[in-house]
């Protein structure tokens, strides 16, 4: 153990070393190409009643910073017999995934050369008026120790691009879009062409077609990736069990064993799976599970970090995470998805009279009205996709949503965005994974 | 070869607050330097975050010169400048702590219905900028935040509110009154029919994000801008003026941006009463599209300077609220979450908490509510100004108000 903890109080040190690409063109011209590398260390004393945090670039300073922060706490005899030191972890072990393909040992040219070899197929797009490639990789490995004994390594990493561009055609028609590639490692970023034209393809036709939306409420069919923020944002956020710390009324609402959803709803969370959400071992040292949300439409679990699982009496999750060395771990998500069901995409337009099939969004966001901004959308008529509408904003209820969808296909696939990532208060962004299958929910305000 | 550094410091007390009460104090100092180096027309930058041996920074920027990234506009030069106002008051983070948490014991004993939670924060910051040209700019400021979500504990939402107060000091009375504004009117609950009325923003102007995106200087200058070859045209209404501004007592904003560049008076007009005069951009992107530099490059300490929103500030109306309005009930929205603009310039958004608002005062709590209008009509025939006051004696916070749609798309949570 590199560091002498002080007696009857609680100590963790989680250290990040970090190394970080980011590489952007506008057009042809090379904007910004930045490596940035770095070890820094989050240091947090708890005495029972408060914590105690500091943060520190300087290695050498933490045991003084740890010395520094117990004069502060007040010493606890009794803390050991407290539900939340339980809940902290006293695992050891070395969790390494990605040796061998560190993203810090590929050469920045071959990262450049990665973007370069995207360029044709913006270049010369009539429509396309503006277009800017970025790169973004990051290689960490935490460590962490804590007075329990706990004595940890892991790894992380992401690497991927996307591809911005604007639209614009006569009658002041405008489209903003993207495409990206996120994978775990460099040599994954391969074998994206045809999807990439044929978005292209796509919102050229778009950008000339598309039509004001009717404002109304409709069944709105949510493409896979959609799927996937809907889990995220209507649900995902209210699972989150810190906001219940000490909250009655929420716990009742979210009480554990209500049925909230149709039969064949089942929403997973894991941090076990690699991806953007990969999290082996959270920022408290606890290891990844993998939990069932919702099962069969019924709420079976939450995410928690060691104080909320002391707080509701439950197991800790693994989701205690840090966007980075200067921030305490919160409870944050991982990769959230929904399971397929049994029914087809094609099943689910053939069902639909008059409804909004969502493609793609810019972004979304949940409070207790959800919100998916979509950047591209379309009437569906008479079971059959019919023509591209502009929609600002697809709303609803999440106290309700859960219970209006009554249809899910069986074509699950899991997104991996490169640029932006999950926000909460302060903390943002954090890389998260999420997905699921196409699904209808009814009931939905289109405007 | 020219030098620069770019450096923020910053020396912070957070108290995170769960349940009225401090949950955890967290002290921090950090330093993050990044030097750039320019050569032939082209930037190199490395960083650094803590102490910092400069010849490996410089050989880092180097290396990232030969990348030859183009930055022909020329860094800052002979100009110095320095701002103070970390010494406008005197806060041991002794004093910070035992204020904080008198100010929280003020709200769960006059508002024990309601839980506070989130941070309070005492960050004393240092932005400067100087290089081999000649620049030497620096300006420090020190504030206390506040800001504190507000639940009812019988609410079924994650958060009802949220109170915020900014201030050079610790004014508990001030802020106590700022962040339970609406907490004595919350179990009103009163209903507005669906129609067009005035809707005021005092926390988030998202209602901006068109301009954010569309007058940005490349955005513009590439014709991907729904403002793109409209320059000097009047678009919007003739008491709506749209500026930079970077006053550093007024606004708690750093007076200089990434690329040091000063604006005259700290302030530069981007439409004026109505007339597109120019996009905002950064010193690079106005040289390549041919528009004035307007102070607005921003970034990270290691970042090639880029084109960026910070200082983006409607003009104020030089009225109250209360004048502004002139007696007319309005929706005073806390939390729209999650709206945007069609890229034709529609808004829609959901509001998850609205309380009514007239003459300076909130009456009570509105059901979820929808608003709506576009970019044209909100600046244009149904804006209505930004106040000259705030929701405190020292926030930097002012109400932006327009005539909008508004619909009850639920009931009160």
């Given at each position: 153990?590199?560091?002498?903890?002080?007696?009857?109080?609680?100590?963790?040190v989680r250290i990040e070393h970090l190394f970080s690409t980011k590489i952007a063109y506008t057009f042809q011209t090379l904007d910004e190409c930045k490596?940035?590398?770095?070890?820094?260390?989050?240091?947090?004393?708890?005495d029972g009643a408060r914590w105690y945090y500091a943060s520190t670039s300087d290695l050498g300073a933490v045991q003084a910073e740890i010395d520094a922060l117990a004069k502060l706490a007040a010493k606890n005899d009794g803390l050991k017999d407290t539900r939340i030191f339980q809940n902290f972890s006293a695992n050891k072990g070395k969790t390494i995934a990605f040796a061998g393909c560190e993203v810090s040992n590929?050469?920045?040219?071959?990262?450049?050369?990665?973007?370069?070899?995207?360029?044709?197929?913006?270049?010369?797009?009539?429509?396309?008026?503006?277009?800017?490639?970025?790169?973004?990789?990051?290689?960490?490995?935490?460590?962490?120790?804590?007075?329990?004994?706990?004595?940890?390594?892991?790894?992380?990493?992401?690497?991927?691009?996307?591809?911005?561009?604007?639209?614009?055609?006569?009658?002041?028609?405008?489209?903003?879009?993207?495409?990206?590639?996120?994978?775990?490692?460099?040599?994954?970023?391969?074998?994206?062409?045809?999807?990439?034209?044929?978005?292209?393809?796509?919102?050229?036709?778009?950008?000339?077609e598309s039509e004001a939306v009717e404002p109304g409420v409709?069944?709105?069919?949510?493409?896979p990736m959609v799927t996937g923020v809907f889990a995220h944002e209507c649900f995902g956020h209210k699972s989150e069990s810190d906001f219940m710390i000490g909250d009655e009324e929420t716990k009742k609402e979210w009480a554990l064993g209500k049925k909230v959803g149709a039969e064949d709803l089942t929403i997973v969370e894991t941090g076990q799976e690699l991806g953007m959400g990969y999290v082996p071992f959270d920022d408290e040292g606890n290891a990844a599970t993998k939990t069932y949300l919702i099962r069969n439409g019924t709420l079976t679990g939450r995410l928690h970090n060691a104080a909320s699982a002391a707080d509701l009496d439950e197991a800790v999750t693994g989701n205690a995470r840090a966007v980075s060395f200067e921030f305490e771990p919160i409870?944050?998500?991982?990769?959230?998805?929904?399971?397929?069901?049994?029914?087809?995409?094609?099943?689910?337009?053939a069902e639909t009279d008059n409804g909004i099939y969502v493609k793609d969004i810019n972004h979304g966001s949940g409070m207790s009205t959800f919100t998916l901004a979509p950047s591209r959308a379309y009437t569906v008529k008479n079971g059959r996709i019919d023509k591209p509408v502009r929609v600002s904003v697809v709303s609803g209820n999440v106290f309700e949503a859960l219970s209006h969808v009554d249809g899910i296909a069986n074509d699950k696939k899991m997104m991996s965005f490169v640029t932006g990532g999950c926000g909460k208060m302060d903390q943002y962004p954090l890389p998260v994974g999420l997905g699921g299958p196409h699904m209808r929910i009814q009931n939905m305000q289109v405007q | 070869m020219t030098k620069e550094l770019y450096r923020v410091r910053s020396k912070k007390t957070v108290l995170s607050v769960v349940n009225s009460a401090v949950s955890a104090v967290q002290k921090s100092s950090t330093v993050k330097t990044g030097l750039r180096l320019y050569d032939n027309g082209c930037i190199g930058v490395a960083g650094a975050i803590g102490a910092y041996d400069e010849n490996r920074l410089i050989d880092h920027a180097k290396q990232m010169l030969t990348f030859k990234i183009p930055y022909d506009c020329g860094p800052a030069a002979e100009i110095k400048r320095s701002v103070d106002l970390a010494d406008s008051f005197t806060l041991d983070e002794e004093d910070f702590v035992k204020s904080s948490e008198e100010l929280l014991a003020?709200?769960?004993?006059?508002?024990?219905?309601?839980?506070?939670?989130?941070?309070?924060?005492?960050?004393?910051?240092?932005?400067?900028?100087?290089?081999?040209?000649?620049?030497?700019?620096?300006?420090?400021?020190?504030?206390?935040?506040?800001?504190?979500?507000?639940?009812?504990?019988?609410?079924?939402?994650?958060?009802?509110?949220?109170?915020?107060?900014?201030?050079?000091?610790?004014?508990?009375?001030?802020?106590?009154?700022?962040?339970?504004?609406?907490?004595?009117?919350?179990?009103?609950?009163?209903?507005?029919p669906d129609r067009k009325m005035p809707v005021v923003m005092l926390l988030d102007h998202s209602v901006l994000h068109k301009f954010y995106s569309d007058l940005n200087g490349r955005t513009m200058g590439t014709g991907a801008s729904m403002f793109s070859g409209k320059l000097g045209q009047k678009l919007f209404a003739d008491h709506f003026s749209l500026n930079i501004e970077r006053f550093p007592r007024e606004q708690y904003r750093c007076f200089f941006d990434a690329e040091g560049t000063v604006l005259p008076n700290d302030r530069l007009s981007l439409i004026e009463n109505g007339v597109l005069k120019t996009p905002f951009s950064s010193k690079k992107i106005a040289k390549e599209y041919g528009f004035a530099p307007t102070g607005s490059a921003g970034g990270e300490y290691d970042s090639v300077p880029d084109t960026s929103i910070e200082g983006l500030q409607v003009q104020s109306s030089g009225k109250t609220i209360s004048d502004l309005l002139g007696g007319r009930k309005a929706v005073y929205v806390?939390?729209?979450?999650?709206?945007?603009?069609?890229?034709?310039?529609?808004?829609?958004?959901?509001?998850?908490?609205?309380?009514?608002?007239?003459?300076?005062?909130?009456?009570?709590?509105l059901p979820q509510l929808s608003i709506s209008s576009s970019i044209y009509d909100m600046f244009g025939a149904d804006f209505i100004g930004l106040s000259s006051d705030g929701n405190?004696?020292?926030?930097?916070?002012?109400?932006?108000?327009?005539?909008?749609?508004?619909?009850?798309?639920?009931?009160?949570?």
């Open positions: 153990m590199p560091y002498v903890f002080p007696e009857r109080l609680y100590t963790d490596v940035r590398q770095y070890a820094a260390a989050f240091i947090r004393v708890y590929v050469p920045l040219e071959d990262k450049i050369s990665l973007l370069q070899s995207v360029m044709p197929f913006l270049e010369g797009n009539a429509h396309i008026k503006l277009w800017q490639l970025f790169y973004i990789d990051e290689y960490k490995v935490k460590e962490f120790y804590n007075s329990k004994g706990a004595e940890l390594s892991w790894d992380y990493q992401r690497a991927g691009f996307s591809a911005h561009f604007r639209m614009a055609a006569e009658e002041d028609r405008q489209l903003r879009e993207s495409y990206q590639l996120g994978k775990t490692r460099f040599d994954e970023l391969k074998g994206f062409e045809e999807e990439l034209k044929a978005l292209l393809e796509e919102c050229n036709r778009y950008l000339l409709y069944p709105v069919i949510l493409a409870v944050r998500m991982t990769s959230t998805y929904i399971e397929n069901g049994a029914k087809t995409f094609d099943q689910l337009i | 003020m709200l769960e004993k006059r508002y024990p219905r309601f839980a506070f939670s989130h941070k309070i924060t005492y960050e004393e910051s240092e932005t400067s900028l100087q290089n081999s040209c000649g620049a030497d700019l620096v300006c420090r400021d020190k504030a206390v935040q506040a800001q504190l979500l507000i639940k009812h504990k019988n609410s079924k939402s994650l958060m009802d509110s949220v109170g915020v107060d900014v201030m050079r000091g610790f004014d508990t009375d001030s802020m106590f009154k700022a962040i339970s504004e609406t907490c004595a009117c919350y179990e009103e609950k009163i209903s507005v806390v939390f729209a979450s999650g709206g945007d603009f069609t890229s034709q310039g529609e808004y829609a958004s959901p509001v998850q908490s609205a309380f009514l608002f007239e003459k300076g005062n909130l009456l009570g709590r405190s004696p020292h926030t930097p916070l002012r109400y932006l108000a327009m005539d909008m749609d508004v619909a009850t798309i639920g009931d009160w949570l």
